[in-house]
Nanobody
Framework: QVQLVESGGGLVQPGGSLRLSCATS????????VGWFRQAPGKQRVGVAS???????NYAESVQGRFTISQDNAKTSLTLQMNNLKPEDSAMYYC????????????????????????WGKGTQVTVS
């Protein structure tokens, strides 16, 4: 059974940094695309960063150059380093996994409903104020 558990959210001032972590288990990381998504109040969930089975990364335009997605060597922990945070980054952040290459399960980052991830964590709140 796939399990994804996020941690690391909190309250931070504009310009500050946060590091989100997602403990992953129950799936073969070589067969999955993993990523971070976020949902702000009143808005739909969108992808912000993805990590493919070959290590390739991709970012939504709104976070490009500020956020970095990475995975530990054992592929049991997914991280999102967030720098130069802005109030518009405030949202619930979710870790997610989908079977296959990222191009198959994420049509576009930053676009609502443009993904087909199978498994989700419960989320961690990030507030920039």
């Amino acid at each position: 059974q796939v399990q994804l558990v996020e941690s690391g959210g909190g309250l931070v001032q504009p310009g500050g940094s946060l590091r989100l972590s997602c403990a992953t288990s129950g799936f073969k990381p070589t067969n999955y695309c993993v990523g971070w998504f976020r949902q702000a109040p009143g808005k739909q969930r969108v992808g912000v960063a993805s990590l493919d089975v070959d290590g390739a990364t991709n970012y939504a335009e709104s976070v490009q150059g500020r956020f970095t997605i990475s995975q530990d060597n054992a592929k049991t922990s997914l991280t999102l380093q967030m720098n130069n945070l802005k109030p518009e980054d405030s949202a619930m952040y979710y870790c997610a996994a989908g079977i296959g290459r990222c191009a198959q399960v994420i049509r576009a980052l930053g676009v609502p409903r443009a993904y087909g991830m199978e498994d989700w964590g419960k989320g961690t709140q990030v507030t920039v104020s």
